[in-house]
T-cell receptor, first 116, second 111 residues
Framework: NAGVTQTPKFQVLKTGQSMTLQCAQD?????MYWYRQDPGMGLRLIYY???????DKGEVPNGYNVSRLNKREFSLRLESAAPSQTSVYFC???????????????FGQGTRLTVV | QKEVEQDPGPLSVPEGAIVSLNCTYS??????FMWYRQYSRKGPELLMY????GNKEDGRFTAQVDKSSKYISLFIRDSQPSDSATYLC???????????FGTGTRLLVSP
């Protein structure tokens, strides 16, 4: 059981370049998330998708776009990368059942992105 | 002021010690409380999940929630070098779609 799979694991971009981070989960979860993790800042939510076909902004959405391609896949796109987007990006998914709706998140291994 | 505050550490203890990790929060709407463990260069993994106030025990780990004080704790008994990691607290309000994380406490358990 793979869980949450992110690609790529590492990436170096030049300022102004674009790229898409891919995420897929095989746990049949409805909700998916993109976080970034920076030293001293903790995990901050970029975008989330409560269900297939819906996406919403999180805490730090500027400079990013997302696509919920289907129930399994949730991609994050950087249209014009900036050095401030250097970070570790985590995709996560969570079940959505009853009173435990969105209480657990299962994370991928992360993508280390450097923008020079 | 951040919604969730967590001491970054590092917290250094000898093997076998009892470890206490804590978070405070300001949002009284939080009802779901979680602890995640994150090893270096890995994604966070869920350790403990607690709903509302009270205690929950799982092996060497005990999670406590005191909603009146807006304070949560994770206790690790008989700590092992393999417990060396960063521990993140996370919280969610009912019906919300997102978790709010603390910045994490780095724990070092020496043999």
């Amino acid at each position: 059981n793979a869980g949450v799979t992110q690609t790529p694991k590492f990436q170096v971009l030049k300022t102004g370049q674009s790229m898409t981070l891919q995420c897929a989960q095989d746990m049949n979860h409805n909700s998916m998330y993109w976080y970034r993790q920076d030293p001293g800042m903790g995990l901050r939510l970029i975008y989330y998708s409560a269900s297939e076909g819906t996406t919403d902004k999180g805490e730090v959405p500027n400079g990013y776009n997302v696509s919920r391609l289907n129930k399994r896949e949730f991609s994050l796109r950087l249209e014009s990368a900036a050095p401030s987007q250097t970070s570790v990006y985590f995709c996560a998914s969570s079940p959505r059942t009853g009173t435990r709706m969105n209480t657990e998140a299962f994370f991928g291994q992360g993508t280390r992105l450097t923008v020079v | 002021q951040k919604e969730v505050e967590q001491d970054p550490g590092p917290l250094s203890v000898p093997e076998g010690a009892i470890v206490s990790l804590n978070c405070t929060y300001s949002n009284s709407a939080f009802q779901y409380f979680m602890w995640y463990r994150q090893y270096s260069r890995k994604g966070p993994e869920l350790l403990m999940y607690t709903y509302s106030s009270g205690n929950k025990e799982d092996g060497r780990f005990t999670a406590q929630v005191d909603k009146s004080s807006k304070y949560i704790s994770l206790f690790i008994r008989d700590s092992q070098p393999s417990d060396s990691a960063t521990y993140l607290c996370a919280m969610s309000a009912a019906g919300f779609q997102k978790l709010v994380f603390g910045t994490g406490t780095r724990l070092l358990v020496s043999p």
